[in-house]
T-cell receptor, first 112, second 113 residues
């Protein structure tokens, strides 16, 4: 089976712009979670989607949003980018709550 | 709150054993363990569920003490490929934490020849 894919892999944006990141889960996985990873804060949960519904959200401002499509692919959007949004954004898919989450390679976002 | 991992770092020689611990102040539904190498995504190692069920790679073993909300990852006969940062991720019990893992700060494991 193909693994989780994320596009783009690298992105450079300017403060104030917005960005959309994409994630394609492993075939058959309907749950997609998004995480932000930074050296200072570590791995932090952003949100989780299942069957196009957001079931959980982390403690991030409203500038961070996401959605999931009927084929389980997911996107996350960050509006009005700030320097502090520079991070590795990881998505992970899982079959159920009783199985592990499988991570994609991530999107490295740099905000200048 | 974030689970607490210990130790923060460990250095081994090939063939030696190590134990990494993860402790939470909340009642847990599950504990996940991941290994991340520099510049790569975290790789799933093991999930331990409330009630005793566990799933993961054959060569990895772990335990979950539900009374203490503590988990330990056991790495035996370490190999060079075991080097990396190990994270535990916890899912809180209560039925509302779908897909939400709270990660510890990580344990850096270095294996030397």
């Amino acid at each position: 089976k193909a693994g989780v894919t994320q596009t783009p892999r690298y992105l450079i944006k300017t403060r104030g712009q917005q960005v959309t990141l994409s994630c394609s889960p492993i075939s058959g996985h309907r749950s997609v979670s998004w995480y932000q990873q930074t050296p200072g804060q570590g791995l932090q949960f952003l949100f989780e989607y299942f069957s196009e519904t957001q079931r959980n959200k982390g403690n991030f401002p409203g500038r961070f949003s996401g959605r999931q499509f009927s084929n389980s692919r997911s996107e996350m959007n960050v509006s009005t980018l700030e320097l502090g949004d520079s991070a590795l954004y990881l998505c992970a898919s899982s079959l159920s709550q009783r199985t592990g989450q499988y991570f994609g390679p991530g999107t490295r976002l740099t905000v200048t | 709150q974030q689970p607490v991992q210990s130790p923060q770092a460990v250095i081994l020689r090939e063939g030696e054993d190590a134990v990494i611990n993860c402790s939470s102040s909340k009642a847990l539904y599950s504990v996940h363990w991941y290994r991340q190498k520099h510049g790569e995504a975290p790789v799933f190692l093991m999930i331990l569920l409330k009630g005793g069920e566990q799933k993961g790679h054959e060569k990895i073993s772990a335990s979950f003490n539900e009374k203490k909300q503590q988990s330990s990852l056991y790495l035996t006969a370490s190999q060079l490929s075991y080097s990396g940062t190990y994270f535990c991720g916890t899912e809180v019990a209560g039925g509302t934490s779908y897909g939400k893992l709270t990660f510890g700060q990580g344990t850096i494991l270095t294996v030397h020849p």
